[in-house]
């Protein structure tokens, strides 16, 4: 008796053998699965479908704020006082005695070196000696004069008689005055022999000692006044054009905890060579004498300023098909607002966007960008792990210790 089906197969090559053999076990792996899923299974697949909460951080988080929003322009520079003068030397004098020093207080008027004054002295009494004789001599040509007048009058003298006269009287004023001069001169210069502070403020420089011989326009000291302090800052020249006088300025300076605030002054009118930028200068008011010369101040100067306006962190806006959006956190799901947005600036705790519309005061948002995210997600909130109490770590080691004991 003959198998078709038997002999068939007899025929078949290796390699076709094997292939059928392979199709076969895909059949049964395929029956296999299909008998070992389960409900459970599909139900655990459903519901993988379903998004997972997303855990924030309480810095991942913000809130809508109401308040103030400047556009700013970051600036940087080294303090300097408005007030600083250098005390030189008005003669050519040995110098006797220096009152002050580095970091004392002077008023203006106070006596701060004194120069020896002999040579000036003798010049003065020679000034005066020469004035009095002019003077004298002015006397006698007056009383000449006033009596030859007398005897024109009689014509006991001729008229050229008493023009004579009338010009040695007018000479002698003239004398008088040339010796009044001479004797200011040098009593000027034994008063220069004393130097006194032309303003009020604190000895920066004491560049004299005394002893030393110094000539005149020498730099003996230098003072400065600490009330009225300014920043030089150099502006872009792209920049130059939103700055104007009376702008206000935020400042950080170096050891000093608290925001300075200060004002545009003055700006320079031509362009720095080589850096292409313009000075502009930024007054700070330092009536307790805080601030020093020579401190670094970074900060922003405020070019625009608007009051009043709702605001959220620049990270917290996305785009989406060309419109901006905000994820907010209402009833604990994610929601994506869309929102119009004005203008961009600071608002007191970094770069912040203001929002026009779309969002309502204290509504909370994502502060990270964290991309494209799907509405309708749960959120959960991160709890803080607080550190254990020094108190029942210290009993607790206490407590072991005595258990080994």
């Known amino acids: 008796m003959k198998f078709p089906l038997l002999s068939r197969v007899k025929q078949l090559t290796r390699r076709q053998k094997w292939l059928c053999i392979a199709v ?17 299974t599909e139900a655990a697949s459903a519901q993988a479908k379903v998004p997972a909460a997303l855990e ?19 600036l940087s520079g080294s303090l300097r006082a408005v007030n600083q003068v250098p005390v030189k030397a008005k003669v050519s004098a040995e110098v006797r005695e220096v009152l002050v020093r580095e970091g004392e207080t002077v008023k203006a008027g106070q006596v701060l070196i004194r120069m020896d004054a002999s040579e000036y002295q003798a010049k003065l009494d020679q000034a005066r000696g020469a004035w009095q004789a002019a003077q004298g001599q002015l006397d006698i040509a ?11 009058e009689k014509n006991f003298i001729s008229k050229n008689a008493f023009d004579n006269a009338q010009s040695q009287y007018q000479i002698a004023v003239s004398n008088v005055k040339s010796a009044k001069g001479a004797f200011d001169v040098a009593k000027k210069a034994l008063d220069d022999t004393v130097i006194r502070a032309p303003i009020s403020g604190q000895i920066s420089i ?78 700070i008011d330092n009536p307790q004498g805080t601030l020093k010369m020579g401190m670094f101040a ?5 070019l625009t300023k608007r009051s009043g306006v709702l605001s959220v962190p ?16 209402e009833n604990g799901r994610l929601a994506q607002k869309e929102v119009t947005v004005g203008i961009s600036g600071d608002d007191g705790e970094g770069n912040a966007v203001e929002i026009v519309s779309g969002l309502e005061k204290d509504a909370q948002v994502v502060k990270v960008n964290l991309g494209n995210l799907l509405g309708g997600t749960p959120v959960r909130f991160a709890k803080s792990v607080e550190p254990a109490p020094a108190a029942s770590t ?12």
């Open 206 to 283: 004491r560049a004299v000692q005394p002893g030393e011989k110094v000539a005149t326009d020498n730099k003996l000291l230098e003072i400065v006044d600490l009330r009225q302090m300014e920043m030089e800052a150099a502006v872009p020249a792209a920049d130059i054009v939103n700055v104007a006088v009376g702008q206000e300025m935020q400042l950080r300076i170096e050891g000093v905890p608290d925001m300075i605030i200060g004002k545009v002054v003055r700006i320079n009118p031509s362009i720095q060579t080589g850096s292409r930028s313009i000075l502009a200068y930024i007054q």
């Open 24 to 40: 076969l076990l895909l059949l049964v792996c395929a029956v296999l699965i299909g008998l070992k899923r389960s409900p459970k």
């Open 142 to 152: 007056t009383q000449t004069r006033n009596n030859n007048k007398a005897l024109l």
């Open 56 to 74: 924030f951080q309480p810095a991942d988080v913000t809130q809508v704020r109401l308040g103030d929003l400047r556009r700013t322009l970051p």
């Open 314 to 329: 620049e990270t917290s806006v996305q785009t989406e098909a060309g419109k901006p959006i905000v994820y907010a956190i």
């Open 394 to 405: 210290a009993g607790s080691s206490a407590a072991s210790s005595a258990t080994g004991k």
């Open 298 to 302: 970074e900060g922003k100067l405020t």
